[in-house]
T-cell receptor, first 114, second 112 residues
Framework: DAGVTQSPTHLIKTRGQQVTLRCSPI?????VSWYQQVLGQGPQFIFQ???????GRGNFPDRFSARQFPNYSSELNVNALLLGDSALYLC?????????????FGPGTRLTVL | GDSVTQMEGPVTLSEEAFLTINCTYT??????LFWYVQYPGEGLQLLLK?????DKGSNKGFEATYRKETTSFHLEKGSVQVSDSAVYFC???????????FGTGTRLKVLA
């Protein structure tokens, strides 16, 4: 079975631009979470969606938004990009939205903001 | 708030040496605890997990025991290999929440 897939793999943008990152969860998984991993640090939670509804939001500005589609895939949007948004963006899926459910991570999208 | 503290790296060991990576946590309630590994250029892979006190997670020779009395979840391996070179992340998922809280990661380098 395919794991979590993310696209694109790499992305280069300039300050002020907008970006959309995409994630497809493991088949049968209904929960998708997004994390930001800055170089040399651990991932930081951005959003979780379950059954197309936002279930949790981390401490990120309103420039960050996300949505989940009926097929459980998800998009993360970041507006008005800043240099500090340069990071690896990880998507994780799980069967349900529970602290006991293991999250499976995708390979990430490397975003560089110039 | 909830947090995870890991020992700073890098940790450099010779092949077949014993590995310990310390992890302590702060959380209300009874969190689930995880160790993830990240190989160069890749995403995170679950290494092992424990969901209640005194549980021992194990996988690929790695072990960690959920110690509620010391709020710790230290990662151990009896004999490391060069292929174990990676960054290791300790994480918790607090009961009633959906997000993982990660430590800053510990880079392990194993020399042949």
């Amino acid at each position: 079975d395919a794991g979590v897939t993310q696209s694109p793999t790499h992305l280069i943008k300039t300050r002020g631009q907008q970006v959309t990152l995409r994630c497809s969860p493991i088949s049968g998984h209904k929960s998708v979470s997004w994390y930001q991993q800055v170089l040399g640090q651990g991932p930081q939670f951005i959003f979780q969606y379950y059954e197309k509804e936002e279930r949790g939001r981390g401490n990120f500005p309103d420039r960050f938004s996300a949505r989940q589609f009926p097929n459980y895939s998800s998009e993360l949007n970041v507006n008005a990009l800043l240099l500090g948004d340069s990071a690896l963006y990880l998507c994780a899926s799980s069967f349900a939205a529970s602290s006991y459910n293991e999250q499976f991570f995708g390979p990430g999208t490397r975003l560089t903001v110039l | 708030g909830d947090s995870v503290t890991q020992m700073e790296g890098p940790v450099t060991l010779s092949e077949e040496a014993f590995l310990t990576i310390n992890c302590t946590y702060t959380a209300t309630g009874y969190p689930s605890l995880f160790w993830y590994v990240q190989y160069p250029g890749e995403g995170l892979q679950l290494l092992l997990k424990a969901t209640k006190a005194d549980d021992k997670g194990s996988n690929k020779g790695f072990e960690a025991t959920y110690r509620k009395e010391t709020t710790s979840f230290h990662l151990e391996k009896g004999s490391v290999q060069v292929s174990d070179s990676a960054v290791y992340f300790c994480a918790l998922s607090a009961s009633g929440t959906y997000k993982y809280i990660f430590g800053t990661g510990t880079r392990l380098k194993v020399l042949a």
